[in-house]
Each structure stands twice: as structure tokens, then as C-alpha cells.
């Protein structure tokens, strides 16, 4: 059996006996058994994160693509939300699609962090998959040309939303844009994640040109995020508003012309809406999946024995994209900087650009980009072991070489040192 994974980031050794002990059989029956239907086939999954936005909305997600076409219902088993609480406005979204059950059981609700595939019990399939696995398959059947399936603000939500916005005196229909900043006030007890955060400072020519352009800001994230403040009425600081409810975010997201976002949860959401997205401050990631009409930007990564920035091809070459933690990034002798402010304005520009049909983009330097991607993954792949029996999570994709992602022309087009170009 696999190892299932505590918030400390141990491990314990779990044998076949332990997941499908008695207790646990009859905790996983009596939750999915009142939500079978006679005749159908369900799926039952557990999902030990729900406060972690943006797992909540990718791996139902990948469920509904993976299985909702074979399987109904699908039941998404996480923690009571009395115990966790989780966002009531992507629940929103995911349940006109699947049912999800909230249990006391904590013993039951430890098996989502398994890996042992899918295990048939009379009229149900029982998915023991984490996210990693999840989401490798999601890519693999987005890599085999599966279309993807997403998610709709149901309409009382984009009424309820409507209303608050204009409870908070925002009754006019000027367009806005929403911003999320990740920053180190949130899960701080999570340094492996400092990676992952940027200054919201950097980001200033960008709001500014933004507010000057008549659209209104909407910066998303959690209330224990350090606040911004602005001089201009239009820059809306959600999360410390005291008309704030978590709905909020998803119908920001729905409504804006586009969002800014980062390599933290609300980008999900984004994603699986197919809202139009620039996501700056990233990196290179296996599982991170973008829609054709987004755009990246990594941060840059620099070698720090030489101080030198490392091009596409060297960040590929040394498969930087398996690492998402400080202490990976520090073993690998890699230091990843934050964009600079006007690269930041820069993909800004470009992203309203191309909304506005005003921006053509140079073919050569996207087909560099997918030439580097592409033939990366095919050497990653060909230097892989057959799979064994429990490989069940083993990391087999670079979603960036899918063939519809598109990075930042502006930023290319002024350092031609990333694609060596």
C-alpha cells in the first residue's frame, strides 16, 4: 500500500488491512450508499483538503472529466465544514455536478491522501488517488485530445453576487479586472511555499495603468493576507471588506474582463471557469494546466553559484519543473526572483492587448517556446522506468507543453537569452 501523508508532512506505511478495515468500510458505505442510484455506476472520492481553495475546485474538476461521463454520482467525501471550513461559493460551482458528502469521520477522511487506484465495491467505484495522480491523468487526457469540461457560475450566485457588490456601493457596470497576490502572511507556518509568494508593491504600475484605463479592481485572497490600500475608490481590497463572503470571489472571477493572477489557489478557479487569466510570478510545474487563451510568466530563476539566469531550456534541462518547495529550489543551487515591476506592466499590457485584438503575436517565438516544451518532455519520458505496480503517483507529464500555452511575448521579446533566440 502507499503512504498516506499528515499536515506535517510525514508519512506512515498503510497496509491493505488498515484502508479497508471494517471501520472504514462501513464509514465510506453509510456516507455514498443514501446517493447510489439504481442502475448507474457511482464514484467515490476523498478529499482531506477543502480549505485549500484551489485543490477544492481542481480535483472535482479532474473528476467530472476523468469520470463523468462513466460514472453518476459522483461523491466528493471531505470534512464536515463545521470542523474545516471551506469556500461556499466554489461548492456552489461544483454542485450541480456532483454531490459532496461531509463526514465526522477523520480516520475515513485520512485515505484521500492514498494512492492506490480505483477499487470496485458492488454499484460503486472507489477512487484512491491524490492530487498529483489526479491531475497527471487529467494532463495525459488532455495530451490525447480529450476536450475539457468546465465549470459555470450557476445565475443566484451571479444575483447574489451582483447585490453585495452593489451593497458596497458599486452599482455602475465599469469593467474590472481581478488581482491575486500571494503573499507570506498566508500559511506562514508553510515556508517550503515562500517560493510561491511575490511583493502586491510590484504590482503598483500595473493597477495603476489598470485604474487609468477606467476599469475597477477586484484583489482577491485570504483576510489573513496583508491589506492594500489605494487612493482611488476603484482599487476594492475584498478580502478586508466588511462586506466580504467568499461567493464574492467566484463572481469577481466570472464577471472580470480578465484576472491577474499568481501560483496560488484562486488561479484555479480561473482555470476551471475558462475565464481569460495572465498569470505572472509562476514556474515551471508537471501538473499546471493553462487554456488557450491564457498567458505565463515565470519568475526567473538564476543559478546562484554563477549568478547567471537560466534560460528555458536549462530550466527544462535540469527537470526544475519536479521542484515546488524552498528547500528543492536551494538543493538544485536555483534562486527564483520575482518579476519586476515593469514586466509585471509589460504582460499586463499584452494580456488587455489581446483581448482588444491588438496584439499579434510573433509565431517563430511561440514555436520555440512548444519546441523546447515538447522535446524536454519526450527525453523526461524516455529516461522514465516502466511504471510498477505502485506507481500509482508517479509524475509523468510537463503540462506547458500542451500545445495551447501560451508565455509572455513582451517579456520574450525583450530577453531573447530565455528561448536563445
Not at 505496480?389 to 501560451?406: C, K, M, N, S, V
Request: proline share 6%.
Amino acid at each position: 500500500m502507499e503512504r498516506a501523508k499528515r499536515s506535517d508532512g510525514e508519512s506512515t506505511r498503510l497496509t491493505a488491512a488498515d484502508v479497508f478495515s471494517e471501520e472504514n468500510m462501513t464509514a465510506l458505505l453509510e456516507t455514498v450508499g443514501p446517493h447510489i442510484q439504481d442502475g448507474s455506476r457511482a464514484l467515490a472520492y476523498i478529499f482531506p483538503l477543502p480549505g485549500r481553495i484551489g485543490h477544492l475546485v481542481l480535483e472535482p474538476l479532474a473528476l467530472m472529466n476523468l469520470y463523468g461521463e462513466s460514472h453518476a454520482p459522483i461523491v466528493v467525501i471531505t470534512h464536515d465544514a463545521r470542523l474545516h471550513k471551506h469556500s461556499t461559493g466554489v461548492r456552489r460551482l461544483l454542485e450541480p455536478h456532483m454531490t459532496i458528502a461531509q463526514t465526522m469521520k477523520r480516520k475515513l477522511i485520512s485515505l484521500g491522501h492514498v494512492d492506490a487506484g480505483a477499487v470496485e465495491i458492488g454499484p460503486m467505484t472507489w477512487l484512491l488517488s491524490t492530487h498529483d495522480a489526479l491531475q497527471r491523468d487529467l494532463v495525459l487526457a488532455l495530451e490525447s485530445g480529450k476536450p475539457l469540461r468546465y465549470l459555470t457560475a450557476p445565475e443566484d450566485l451571479l444575483a447574489e453576487g451582483r447585490d453585495l457588490i452593489r451593497s458596497m456601493g458599486y452599482e455602475d457596470d465599469k469593467p474590472s479586472v481581478v488581482l491575486h497576490v500571494r503573499d507570506e502572511q498566508f500559511l506562514p507556518q508553510f515556508t517550503h511555499n515562500f517560493f510561491r509568494a511575490a511583493r502586491v508593491a510590484d504590482y503598483m504600475p500595473a493597477i495603476d495603468y489598470l485604474l487609468s484605463k477606467g476599469y475597477r479592481i477586484f484583489r482577491l485572497g485570504d483576510p489573513s493576507s496583508v491589506a492594500v490600500t489605494h487612493p482611488s475608490r476603484d482599487f476594492v481590497d475584498l478580502p478586508h471588506h466588511p462586506n466580504y463572503r467568499d461567493i464574492l470571489d467566484v463572481y469577481c472571477i466570472a464577471t472580470a474582463r480578465f484576472s491577474i493572477t499568481c501560483s496560488s489557489g484562486p488561479e484555479a478557479i480561473v482555470r476551471a471557469m475558462n475565464r481569460p487569466m495572465v498569470m505572472v510570478n509562476g514556474y515551471a510545474q508537471y501538473d499546471q494546466w493553462m487554456n488557450p487563451g491564457d498567458l505565463l510568466l515565470f519568475k526567473t530563476y538564476r543559478d546562484k553559484a554563477t549568478g547567471r539566469p537560466l534560460s528555458y531550456d536549462e530550466i527544462l534541462a535540469r527537470d526544475l519543473f519536479l521542484e515546488n518547495t524552498v528547500a528543492g529550489f536551494e538543493n538544485q543551487g536555483v534562486l527564483l526572483e520575482d518579476n519586476r515591476p515593469e514586466e509585471v506592466l509589460d504582460a499586463v499590457m499584452e494580456m488587455e492587448a489581446r483581448l482588444n485584438g491588438a496584439f499579434v503575436p510573433e509565431s517563430s517565438l511561440e514555436d520555440r517556446f512548444a519546441e523546447l516544451s515538447v522535446r524536454h518532455l519526450d527525453r523526461f519520458r524516455r529516461n522514465l522506468p516502466e511504471r510498477g505496480p505502485g506507481d500509482f503517483a508517479r509524475i509523468e507529464t510537463y503540462a506547458y507543453a500542451l500545445p495551447w500555452t501560451r508565455y509572455c511575448q513582451s517579456f520574450l521579446e525583450k530577453n531573447a537569452w530565455f528561448l536563445n533566440s
